[in-house]
């Protein structure tokens, strides 16, 4: 069976699971440690996703826990793949509901990944949406952060005339889904930062937040050691101090605490590179690790220089890895717990925010080791 077929039967089941992505979360709370996410950030949680569709869910699910604040609340994130079973509900639901404002991001999206154009000669087929849950925010919800992924080297500086030509078609599509164009500052630093990217590199990401300021983010994927990722910063228009990124990320590779990293940046509309610096871990070369194991090393450092909270960091040790089978609502399914990668966010010269990406696959009761072919 293709990727496809497979795809369409796991979403046709899902599908059956529940009406909203709330409900489906609803099924699994006793899943969640209310040490990560519990009180008043859960109730925000459980408020804004009983506003989205159940196929926004169907391909797994996604949180951004903040383990450095005490406040018990996460992001959310959920991704679709144009030509999916789940991609065709959901931009059926959104010309069902025309007057809800936080689909139309998503739905332009969708609809150039759609298209004969440069995202699908690059392989843009996976759609990421990021939603903040802020407990005490008040007002209407946001809207979500759009991110479009394209296929693994499709943006690689290996193609240095191939790879700009998808990095400037990946960065137009999302900025029209957030109903802005790029301006010739922003166009010039998409350039710059592709230009001094080095070999074996490349772009896993574009993503924007049309609620927030405007601008680009981008993700910078590929780069196994420590001096990969400073020579790298010190050619960008990045205005940090790349020094003061070394110690911790050394200190972690001599630990062996990752395989690779990844850098995030922020691209104003003025064209200039935010101050802000993201460094991600990932513990392996696989995006989908199960066990707590690989990641020990990383969350013992985090730990031991005092970069996040105690608790939290054990709730995350303890409580998020494994397989194990669940009654759903209309059967038994198997759910996957993992962490995709650990994200530290630099603002001036020290590590302030400390990030777990964690996530969720919910399968057909599959044999377990089917699950961890993904």
Not at 110 to 138: C, F, H, N, V, W
Not at 266 to 286: E, K, M, N, W
Request: net charge negative.
């Amino acid at each position: 069976m293709n990727i496809e077929e497979s795809r369409a039967g796991l979403e046709k089941h899902m599908l059956a699971q529940a009406d909203s992505v709330g409900e489906l979360l609803e099924q699994f709370r006793g899943r969640i440690s209310p040490v990560l996410i519990g009180g008043p950030g859960w109730d925000r949680l459980l408020e804004r996703t009983r506003t989205l569709p159940i196929s926004l869910a169907t391909s797994g699910f996604g949180f951004e826990l903040p383990l450095h604040e005490p406040e018990l609340r996460a992001d959310f994130g959920v991704a679709l793949f144009e030509g999916s079973l789940s991609a065709a509900h959901f931009e059926e639901w959104c010309r069902a509901h025309p007057d809800d404002p936080s689909t139309a991001a998503a739905s332009r999206l969708l609809g150039a990944m759609g298209r004969e154009s440069a995202i699908q000669r690059i392989g843009g087929t996976k759609l990421m949406l990021e939603y903040d849950i802020d407990p005490g925010r008040a007002g209407p919800l946001p809207d979500p952060g759009v991110f479009l992924y394209t296929a693994p080297d499709a943006l690689s500086r290996d193609d240095s005339v191939r790879g700009l030509e998808g990095f400037h078609a990946a960065a137009d599509a999302v900025a029209a889904a957030g109903a802005w164009k790029l301006e010739a500052g922003e166009r010039r630093q998409i350039e710059r930062l592709f230009s001094v990217m080095p070999l074996g590199t490349g772009i896993g990401s574009v993503g924007a937040f049309p609620a927030r300021s405007g601008g680009l983010r981008i993700a910078v994927t590929g780069l196994e050691k420590t001096r990969d990722l400073t020579a790298f910063l010190e050619r960008t228009d990045w205005p940090g101090r790349p020094e003061a990124v070394a110690p911790f990320v050394s200190e972690m590779e001599e630990r062996d605490a990752f395989a690779h990293l990844a850098a995030h940046f922020d691209i104003a509309p003025q064209g200039g590179v935010g101050p802000s610096l993201g460094v991600s871990f990932y513990a392996r070369d696989t995006q989908w690790v199960k066990e707590t194991g690989p990641w020990m090393e990383l969350i013992e450092g985090i730990g031991e220089h005092g970069l996040a909270l105690p608790e939290k960091l054990s709730a995350l040790a303890t409580s998020w890895s494994g397989v194990e089978t669940v009654f759903g609502r209309r059967s038994m399914l198997l759910v996957v717990k993992g962490i995709h990668h650990i994200k530290l966010v630099l603002s001036g010269d020290r590590f302030t925010q400390v990030k777990a990406y964690v996530f969720v696959l919910i399968l057909p009761p599959f044999p377990a080791a089917a699950a961890t072919g993904r």
